[in-house]
């Protein structure tokens, strides 16, 4: 099983998080202004990379905070975890 370190709890079963997405994806800064088609780019069209990748990841089975979490997409290794925005360039 997977485990995730929440940085607030500790390394807890991938069971407890709930995936958020890729982490350098931005939501709509004005989600009211923003057109179908646009809304439609940013929830469905997402590289689906293999290798390292940032996320972010709710433990909302534990603290319910969202955590960003560097993983090996290809292996499901945890690398790094941290708050958001703050993981150690890569």
Not at 6 to 11: L, R, T
Not at 64 to 69: G, L, M, P, S, Y
Not at 77 to 86: F, L, Q
Request: proline share 7%; hydrophobic share 35%; aromatic share 8%.
């Amino acid at each position: 099983m997977m485990l995730i370190k929440c940085p607030h709890c500790g390394a807890r079963a991938v069971t407890e998080f709930t995936y958020g997405g890729a982490a350098e994806i931005a939501r709509p800064a004005d989600p009211v202004g923003v057109s179908d088609a646009q809304w439609t780019d940013y929830v469905y069209m997402r590289d689906n990379p293999r290798g390292v990748h940032d996320e972010v990841w709710q433990h909302s089975a534990g603290c319910r905070r969202w955590i960003a979490v560097r993983r090996n997409t290809l292996t499901h290794d945890v690398i790094a975890t941290a708050d958001p925005g703050k993981l150690p360039h890569r």
